[in-house]
């Protein structure tokens, strides 16, 4: 199960960090990491991190402004989001997959999702 915390609300510019907790670490994941749903559009995938070495992908959007890590100790995953815009309004998703980072690039790769919590953004 994954169980979200943080997101809210933020001005333009500043940041915020969403934090996601793997409570029973299914054996078969391999990879966790976040997508987004933005009013009107559809899910977006936002990156993910392998479990085990820490490698990353970030989605070529969002790569120079969000950056994805995880506390093995905590089985927890984060999403620190930098230079916040508008844009980034939306609900955002914790996911788990049983595919490593080279894999998994669409919300069809998810096996386990968190509950979501909501980012507002305003200018």
């Known amino acids: 199960q994954l169980v979200e915390s943080g997101g809210g609300s933020a001005q333009a510019g500043y940041s915020l960090t969403s934090s996601c907790v793997s409570t029973?670490?299914?054996?078969?994941?391999?990879?966790m990491g976040w997508l987004r749903e933005a009013p009107g559009k559809g899910q977006e995938f936002l990156g993910v991190?392998?479990?085990?070495?820490?490698?990353?992908y970030h989605a070529v959007d969002v790569k120079c402004r969000f950056i994805i890590s995880r506390d093995v100790a905590k089985s927890t995953v984060y999403l620190q989001m930098n230079r916040l815009t508008p844009d980034d309004t939306a609900v955002y998703s914790c996911?788990?997959?049983?595919?490593?980072?080279?894999?998994?690039?669409?919300?069809?790769?998810?096996?386990?999702w968190g509950q979501g919590t909501r980012v507002t953004v305003s200018a």
């Open positions: 996911a788990a997959t049983i595919f490593s980072i080279q894999r998994a690039r669409a919300p069809g790769d998810i096996k386990y």
């Open positions: 029973d670490r299914s054996s078969d994941i391999v990879a």
């Open positions: 991190i392998n479990w085990n070495d820490g490698d990353t």
